[in-house]
C-alpha cells in the first residue's frame, strides 16, 4: 500500500483534498524575484568596487587628474574608426539601476583587430564624462573583469556611476588601451 496521496478528480471539475502543489505562476515568481535579487546584489557590488577609495578611478589628486591623463595618453577616433580599426562596435553607453551604473556595451567584429587594444588581460574600459572630466573605470581582477575578443562575441561591462556624473544625454567618452571614442551621448 503506498503512503502517498494524490488529489483526484471528482468529477465535477473540482479536486479531492490531497497535499497541494506550488503553482506555476508562484514557482516562476519565486524564481523570478531569486533572479532579481541576484542581479541588484551585484549591481550594488560592482558600483561598490568601481567607487572604493582603493578602485584605481580615484587618486588623491582626484578624478580630474585621471581625466587629464587618459586625455594625454589617448588618441581621439570616431566610433566608426574604432570598428574599421580595432574591430570593436560600440553599441550602447547607458545609465542604469536608477542611475549607479554606466552599462558599456560593444561587440568584437574582429578579434584579431581587437586584440591590439585588449593585449593585457589587465585593461579594461573607462568612460569619462566630459562635462566635469570624472573617469569610471571598470573593475579589475578576477575571470569576470577581463575581456578575451572572440569575433562575433558581445560583451557588456557594468561600472560604478559614482556621483551620478553621468546622466542620459550627457556627453562621454569611452577609452580602451589608449584609445578614445568621444561625443557619445549616453543613454538610458
Known amino acids: 500500500m503506498s503512503a502517498e496521496i494524490e488529489a483526484t478528480d471528482t468529477g465535477q471539475g473540482q479536486r479531492a483534498p490531497g497535499p497541494s502543489r506550488p503553482s506555476r ?3 516562476w515568481l519565486v524564481t523570478a524575484g531569486a533572479v532579481l535579487a541576484s542581479v541588484l ?3 550594488v557590488a560592482f558600483s561598490a568596487l568601481s567607487s572604493s577609495p582603493s ?3 580615484s587618486s588623491s589628486s582626484g578624478p580630474h587628474a585621471a581625466h587629464h591623463s587618459l586625455e594625454a595618453a589617448s588618441v581621439p577616433i570616431s566610433r566608426r574608426q574604432l570598428a574599421e580599426d580595432y574591430g570593436i562596435r560600440l553599441t550602447l553607453v547607458g545609465v542604469t539601476a536608477a542611475g549607479g551604473l554606466v552599462d ?3 561587440k568584437i567584429t574582429d578579434a584579431e583587430k581587437a586584440k591590439k587594444l585588449f593585449d ?3 585593461v579594461m574600459p573607462a568612460v569619462v564624462a566630459e562635462t566635469t572630466g570624472a573617469v569610471l573605470q571598470a573593475p579589475h581582477g578576477g575571470h569576470h573583469s577581463r575581456v578575451t575578443p572572440a569575433s562575433g562575441a558581445s560583451y557588456f561591462i557594468l561600472i560604478g556611476n559614482a556621483g551620478g556624473v553621468v546622466q542620459r544625454g550627457v556627453p562621454v567618452s569611452v577609452v ?3 584609445v578614445r571614442v568621444e561625443h557619445i551621448l549616453a543613454e538610458t
Do not use: E, H, T, Y
Open 25 to 27: 505562476r508562484r514557482q
Open 41 to 43: 546584489g551585484g549591481a
Open 55 to 57: 578602485s584605481s578611478s
Open 104 to 106: 558599456l556595451r560593444f
Open 120 to 122: 593585457d588581460p589587465a
Open 176 to 178: 580602451i588601451n589608449g
